[in-house]
């Protein structure tokens, strides 16, 4: 399992479209920390969800997933790799970006999008392995977002996304939901990353 978050950390640092995206990622949210510290913790929990379905979704895009698992027969073992190596980009980009939060001298704000973004990784990584193509996964979330929990639930319903806003503004009931949400979404990926690739 090692040689997995090895290897993906590996293809993060060096494949074009991964580094390209850390870095617009952590210097865009760097910009956005020193003018507005809300907008920071907003753009680097996108952004942790964002590169987490990535990670773990080119691998269906690229048809590499095939050889992936011929390496390493054992799926969920390999589900498990991806999701730390997501953790650790997320995070590592997050801690990053944040430096301008940290030189205002906001460590709250700083602390709670740091506490928040593994979980919106795990979520975004687990629920990459569900629906396995990205543009989809975005497109439905975006909608999910804006008409489930923005129109219905306004914003306060127990749905992932509230969950990650409240938690991200350091509530801690909201965490904790958000939690649940990205634990039941890795459940999910453990019965979904059995099905077959043919399809994808």
């Not at 020193?34 to 269906?60: E, K, P, R």
């Not at 698992?69 to 650790?88: D, E, G, H, N, T």
């Not at 569900?130 to 975005?138: A, C, D, G, Y």
């Not at 806003?165 to 965490?175: I, K, T």
Request: proline share 2%; with cysteine.
């Amino acid at each position: 399992m090692i040689a997995i978050v090895r290897s993906e950390l590996h293809r993060a640092a060096t494949i074009r479209s991964s580094w390209v995206s850390i870095a617009v990622l952590g210097t865009v949210g760097a910009l956005f920390g020193w003018f507005n510290v809300d907008s920071w913790a907003l753009l680097t929990c996108l952004g942790a969800f964002g590169l987490a379905v990535m990670t773990v979704a080119q691998h269906y895009q690229h048809r590499t997933a095939v050889l992936l698992y011929l390496a390493q027969p054992k799926r969920v073992l390999v589900l498990i790799a991806q999701v730390i190596a997501s953790v650790v980009v997320a995070s590592g980009v997050a801690a990053l970006s944040g430096a301008t939060v940290l030189a205002k001298g906001d460590l709250t704000q700083y602390r709670y999008t740091l506490t928040v973004v593994p979980v919106m990784a795990v979520f975004g990584a687990a629920t990459a392995a569900i629906v396995r193509r990205p543009t989809w996964l975005f497109l439905g979330c975006a909608g999910w977002f804006v008409f489930v929990e923005g129109l219905v639930g306004r914003l306060k319903a127990p749905l992932p996304f509230s969950a990650f806003l409240g938690s991200g503004a350091g509530e801690r009931d909201s965490l904790l939901i958000a939690a649940g949400w990205a634990a039941v979404a890795f459940v999910g990926a453990v019965i979904a990353i059995r099905r077959d690739l043919t399809g994808d």
